[in-house]
């Protein structure tokens, strides 16, 4: 940390003691502390930023977690699932709205990085194709975010339910468009969900029925988790033995009372001050 970003970051802290102080919490069950972390965080979590792709890479570092009692095993997703989950989609897109092309040739999978993702498996379990799984979509706004920074939270809860966790990702907008993110998500499931291939290990399915997973998230992987599940649904594809969506995002127009309401007590800053899908809507023209 710099000496600008330390003497910001000493600004914020003694601001937020002395608001807390002067004008009192903003919840009367709110601490000291809990009023400071909330002013810190929306003065810098979500504020202006010069360089996303930076902020991206500097965020995942400062948030990353390390599971105590769990190994992590990195994967990347066989590109014929990829392949597939675009067909499926597109052929659905087609047939809703008469048009399967919503992005240009740049947003291709085959233009992509490697679709790469985590499992978190707790030292006393191994995976197999009869384990339960967890599948977590993380939150960000869709513009940034990592599993990394989800490792400590969810090892806690694959230890107490006794399964393992599959940290899915996908592509950030606004380098990629909807509905790159669900074509990611959804290659993630048929690679889990597809039979066990021994002759061909590299192109291999996990074997793990649908029955096996619980699809989870929070913030805008709340909101992935909600779209996959129903995508699946109307596709006939699938069902997940449950799903818990965690403060999901699920009216991205955010125009709810409820939002309006609590804005000035949500940590994220004041609506209008951060508008992470501006410009990657229907209504601007950008599928």
Request: proline share 5%.
């Amino acid at each position: 940390m710099s000496l600008k970003e330390k003497l910001k970051t000493l600004w914020l802290m003694v601001s937020g003691i002395l608001l807390h102080l002067i004008r009192g919490p903003l919840r009367k069950s709110w601490s000291l502390k809990e009023s400071v972390l909330i002013y810190y965080i929306r003065n810098t979590e979500l504020s202006r930023v010069d360089s996303l792709v930076e902020y991206r890479k500097v965020r995942d570092f400062r948030l990353s977690t390390f599971p105590k009692n769990s190994k992590l095993q990195e994967i990347t997703v066989p590109s014929k699932y990829r392949q597939q989950a675009h067909e499926i989609i597109k052929d659905h897109l087609k047939k809703t709205f008469g048009d399967g092309d919503w992005y240009g040739e740049e947003s291709l999978w085959s233009n992509s990085k490697p679709l790469e993702a985590e499992w978190l498996i707790p030292s006393h379990l191994t995976l197999t194709p009869k384990s339960n799984v967890v599948f977590y979509s993380f939150g960000g706004g869709h513009i940034f975010g990592s599993f990394s920074a989800y490792r400590a939270q969810l090892e806690t809860v694959a230890q107490g339910c006794d399964c393992i966790v599959f940290g899915a990702n996908y592509r950030h907008a606004p380098d990629y468009s909807a509905p790159c993110q669900l074509e990611d998500l959804l290659a993630q499931v048929l690679y889990l969900t597809s039979p066990v291939d021994e002759d061909n290990p590299n192109e291999s399915g996990c074997g793990i029925g649908f029955d096996q997973i619980v699809v989870a998230g929070d913030s805008a992987g709340g909101n992935m988790s909600a779209s996959l599940i129903h995508f699946m649904r109307d596709s006939n594809i699938g069902k997940f033995s449950g799903a818990v969506l965690l403060s999901p995002w699920l009216d991205v127009t955010s125009s709810q009372f409820s939002v309006l309401d609590c804005d000035v007590l949500d940590f994220i800053p004041k609506m209008g001050t951060v508008t992470p899908t501006k410009g990657y809507t229907l209504e601007a023209g950008d599928k």
